[in-house]
């Protein structure tokens, strides 16, 4: 799914109105009527015992708010509505949608800038469409302190509608006053970046989409280079490797995990145990030799290829037989002889054209011997932040900078970085950026990087793409941990589960 920028959203909104012969208050309509539909189907509102106060700004967002109070209203619900009269110019929007709901005699009054702030009961349901997209700088002290007030307030939930009013839908804040906090955000039509970055989460609560109606040939048109990867974008990658009748393991390719130490070699079971998992046709491993008994027990499809140290990789020697891709880093350790061999290795295959995943301690080795120039084009790093800071050597200020660092350190190198965490993004060596919609924090787990370090490895040994790849990982990995945390809560998930769920999230998106 496309997430389109600011003005793309607003010439995709005319393009609805302008197509379908509509005015621009009746698509504010449908928006309402979109958001209306969402409270009353959610079965954990009680509409008809708790009270709803609704904030209206003097543009089209106010216009939403205007109009979702009426449908309210006509449906037996208590609405107050406040006018917040922050800026002189009213939208025709907002005063076609006035005039509607003083004719219905619903509760409305204005606040102007100085007065004081009105009471408001908290076992109400708070509403608000004060600012949408439209929000274009900061505020005054006093709309500040009032915002201030309603965030201080427990109110049942706080509904923002399409974004939480002054939150900047594609720029960073310096600061985080003068923000709503939403407990669910109902946007419209296509996510918003900032909904996908951690530094918001607490504004943004829980997001949902609502649809308004933007037609195919208008989304086509939008040309973007920030995606969402939904079950569409699943669909069209994974549709082109359904296995055929005829097939046999050569088909799928051979890949191998490098890594492990000693007390470390769990990892690489965990990742070699998931390639197997998504269906990799034949997989090695290269391990230090304290490794060969653990792996050949508890993975006996693995083949066990081992380092000449017992306790730590010295020097890596791939077999003979041809290998279609390469994991390597996971539980590695930083020992002197394993850099140097690393190092040699990344040297030794540089030409040679075989897909490679790098995670943990090979990112760690990268970042302090500067050997990201070594990497093959096109090579898949899999940091998570803190890997990702010693990559760069540096941090950064707020999570746009942060986008703006992975985007030009793939470019820069030519190569892909997925950057985990709650929304996994994986960067491309051509500035795209794919944001995951998969996952939950019950996978904030030890190990649960390694299994989509294996994931992703067995997605390029069968053929995908790197791209394909990283985008299948990150979904599937996620995916997994959904279904298995529905089965057995976030808190008691590990990483073995998410492996264990592999099958079923393929299932999922079987067509
Ligand atoms: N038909 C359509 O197109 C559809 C539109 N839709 C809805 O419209 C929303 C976008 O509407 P919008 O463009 O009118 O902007 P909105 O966020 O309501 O506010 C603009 C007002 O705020 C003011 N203002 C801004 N910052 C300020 C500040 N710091 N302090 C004070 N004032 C400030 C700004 O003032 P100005 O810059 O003009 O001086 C202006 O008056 C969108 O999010 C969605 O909800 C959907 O229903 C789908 C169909
Ligand atoms: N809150 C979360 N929501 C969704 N996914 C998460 C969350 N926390 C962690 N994950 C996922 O779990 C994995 C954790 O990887 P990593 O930090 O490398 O763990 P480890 O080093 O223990 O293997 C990543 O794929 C990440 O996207
Ligand atoms: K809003």
């Not at 015992?49 to 009426?70: R, T």
């Not at 359904?242 to 470390?264: A, L």
Request: overall charge positive; hydrophobic content about 40%; charged content about 20%.
């Amino acid at each position: 799914m496309k997430i389109p920028s600011l003005n793309q959203i607003r010439k995709a909104d005319q393009y609805c109105i302008d197509s379908e012969s509509i005015s621009s208050a009746q698509l504010i309509e449908r928006a309402a009527k979109g958001c209306f539909d969402w409270i009353i189907h959610n079965k954990s509102f009680k509409i008809r015992k708790y009270p709803f106060i609704v904030l209206v700004g003097n543009g089209k967002n106010g216009g939403d708010g205007l109009s979702l109070s009426y449908m309210l209203h006509l449906y037996g619900a208590i609405v107050f509505v406040y006018g917040i009269n922050i800026s002189n110019h009213f939208s025709n929007e907002f005063l076609i949608n006035k005039k509607k709901i003083l004719q219905k005699k619903i509760n409305f009054k204005m606040i102007n800038e100085g007065e004081k702030f009105p009471v408001l009961n908290q076992e109400n349901y708070l509403i608000d469409a004060i600012f949408g997209t439209g929000f274009n700088r900061t505020m005054n002290q006093y709309w500040k302190f009032f915002f201030h007030y309603i965030n201080e307030k427990k109110f049942k939930e706080v509904i923002s509608i399409d974004i939480p009013s002054g939150l900047f839908m594609e720029k960073s804040h310096e600061n985080f006053e003068g923000i709503i906090k939403a407990t669910h955000t109902l946007t419209f039509q296509v996510p918003k970046l900032s909904f996908l970055l951690p530094n918001y989460a607490d504004y943004v609560g829980k997001w949902h989409l609502i649809n308004i109606g933007w037609k195919d040939d208008c989304i086509r048109k939008i040309q973007t280079k920030n995606f969402y990867i939904d079950d569409e974008s699943i669909h069209a990658i994974y549709k082109k490797k359904i296995r055929k009748k005829f097939t046999h393991k050569g088909n799928y390719g051979h890949g191998i995990i490098i890594g492990g130490s000693f007390g470390m070699i769990g990892s690489v079971v965990l990742s070699a145990t998931a390639s197997f998992r998504t269906g990799i046709g034949k997989l090695s491993v290269y391990v230090p030799s304290c490794g060969y008994q653990i792996i050949q027990n508890t993975l006996p499809e693995a083949i066990v290829n081992t380092d000449v140290e017992k306790h730590y990789i010295s020097n890596i020697v791939l077999s003979n037989d041809k290998i279609n891709a390469i994991g390597i880093g996971i539980g590695m350790g930083f020992h002197s002889k394993t850099v140097y061999a690393l190092e040699s290795f990344l040297l030794k295959i540089k030409n040679k054209k075989i897909p490679m995943v790098i995670d943990a301690d090979a990112i760690n080795i990268l970042s302090h011997q500067l050997l990201l120039e070594l990497l093959p084009k096109e090579t898949i790093l899999t940091p998570h932040p803190k890997e990702f800071q010693r990559l760069l050597c540096r941090s950064w200020k707020n999570d746009y900078e942060k986008l703006h660092f992975l985007k030009e350190m793939s470019k820069k190198h030519k190569i892909f970085i997925v950057l985990k965490g709650a929304h996994s993004v994986i960067s491309t060596p051509n500035g795209y950026l794919y944001f995951n919609s998969t996952g939950n924090p019950g996978m904030s787990t030890s190990g649960s990087g390694d299994v989509l370090t294996g994931m992703i490895m067995s997605f390029l040994s069968q053929g995908y793409s790197p791209k394909e790849s990283c985008i299948m990982g990150v979904y599937l990995h996620g995916l997994a941990g959904d279904i298995a945390s529905k089965k057995l809560s976030e808190e008691a998930i590990i990483a073995n589960d998410i492996i264990h769920h592999i099958g079923e999230a393929y299932l999922k998106i079987k067509i």
